[in-house]
């Protein structure tokens, strides 16, 4: 690419060259995290799927750097996903562009780049760590591939990296969104009915930014339909060269229709009467893309972790019920799955477990269980608990892991046997809990 039309792209993504201001949108909670590595030498990876607001979080570090008093000019920023790019998509080109940028724009001091969809360039890796370790510059990079970019950065980045994933909206970020902010028990409190009108409307609709943005209903639904045909083909069908498209999509649709439900391999092969590579792989897809998780069940024995079946959870919940067409009976199920996806923001390790009665969702940390957590949800608040939501907590011996049942807006504590477990609307735990 001619050098001078180069110049003209980048700097019709780079307006803050000569404005000195960027547009950073609403704070996200990973910011802080962000801000840690601006000075260390490692390169900065944020993970997510598409959509989730991966640039608008590097356009937060950026803005950051600029009211730190960086010139506009040490920072440079590149959409890979840009049309003119593609065709041109290599190592060559970023070297282009950073030379372009190096030469013309900053030629002095120390650079700040961040790449966008840094999984659209083929052995980007390499070009990332060269650059990485010979020039005075700060990288930042972002994806929408979890096993893509976990390959590359297990083979050439290994110890010069530091990743980060990128969700959707938890809730306490939806309700800044909203303009509420939530950080003592006193403003739940204070505002509980407007958070749980917010917490339904997060329920149907989900987290994605943009989504969240939007007043109108319609223009929301269109948005999330977008994201799913995005998601798919451009993350899956094209990426991995699948074929088979009708099967890709109804085991994609199965999986989030069927959120929260166990399942297994087997079961999914014999469910779409296709082989048992072929189910394996679009799994393997799905999941790279971000568009659902697998919770394994939980076992002690790595090789029955493995054997056992999972319950597939979907990245967001509005994208689930705009896929399955189904969300006024399901509520109980959005819930868990909104519980699942602010347990996995927290924690590295998380499954569910069988043991006597079914338990949603275990917390592991180290050799230790440190928290065992039962979602039940009513659409009309109760007081009364079922047998069968307790039964999780019925025979646990010789564990001292926190007990919480996530509830309505039943909160209180309770005995079964020797086991306390502690009662607590999930909006407040959500907002306020761990």
């Given amino acids: 690419m001619e050098t001078a039309r180069l110049l003209e792209i980048l700097a019709s993504y780079n307006r803050f060259w000569t404005t000195g201001h960027l547009d950073a949108g609403i704070r996200r909670d990973l910011l802080p995290q962000c801000l840690s590595q601006v000075d260390t030498k490692e390169i900065v990876v944020l993970k997510g799927v598409r959509r989730c607001g991966k640039s608008t979080l590097l356009a937060q570090v950026m803005d950051a750097l600029l009211q730190g008093g960086i010139r506009p000019q040490q920072l440079l920023r590149v959409n890979l996903e840009e049309p003119l790019f593609t065709a041109e998509a290599s190592v060559e080109l970023l070297e282009q562009i950073y030379r372009t940028w190096r030469e013309r724009v900053c030629p002095e001091g120390k650079g700040y780049l961040f790449l966008d969809e840094i999984q659209n360039i083929p052995g980007w890796e390499g070009w990332v760590r060269g650059r990485s370790d010979t020039e005075d510059v700060k990288i930042f990079v972002t994806g929408s591939s979890a096993q893509m970019l976990s390959r590359e950065i297990g083979t050439k980045l ?246 919480l049942l996530l509830t309505n807006d039943l909160e209180k504590d309770t005995e079964i046997g020797p086991t306390k477990v502690r009662c607590l609307p999930v909006v407040k735990y959500l907002l306020l809990g761990k």
């Avoid at 919940?317 to 699942?340: C, D, K």
């Fill in 158 to 403: 290994t110890g010069r990296q530091v990743s980060f994933e990128v969700y959707p909206l938890s809730f306490s970020e939806f309700l800044r969104f909203k303009g509420v902010e939530v950080q003592s028990e006193l403003e739940y409190i204070s505002n509980k009915t407007l958070i749980r009108h917010h917490f339904f409307d997060y329920l149907k609709y989900g987290g994605f930014p943009e989504v969240a943005l939007r007043q109108d209903d319609a223009d929301r639904e269109l948005l999330l339909k977008n994201y799913f045909e995005d998601i798919l083909y451009r993350d899956i069908v094209t990426r991995h060269e699948i074929r088979d498209v009708a099967n890709l999509r109804n085991l994609a649709v199965f999986l989030l229709t069927n959120n929260t439900k166990p399942t297994s391999l087997n079961k999914l092969k014999g469910n779409f009467s296709i082989s048992q590579d072929k189910t394996e792989n679009y799994l393997s897809a799905i999941l790279e893309s971000y568009l659902t998780f697998q919770l394994q069940r939980f076992s002690w024995s790595l090789k029955s972790v493995q054997r056992a079946g999972f319950k597939p959870y979907a990245i967001d919940t509005g994208l689930r019920n705009r896929v399955a067409f189904s969300f006024s009976a399901e509520t109980g199920r959005l819930v868990e799955n909104v519980v699942h996806n602010h347990l996995r923001r927290c924690h590295e390790e998380i499954y569910f477990a069988i043991d006597g009665g079914e338990t949603d969702f275990i917390v592991k940390e180290g050799l230790k269980i440190v928290r065992r957590i039962q979602v039940w949800y009513e659409d009309a608040p109760q007081s009364e608990i079922p047998e069968r939501e307790l039964a999780a907590f019925e025979k646990l011996q010789g564990d001292d892991a926190e007990c």
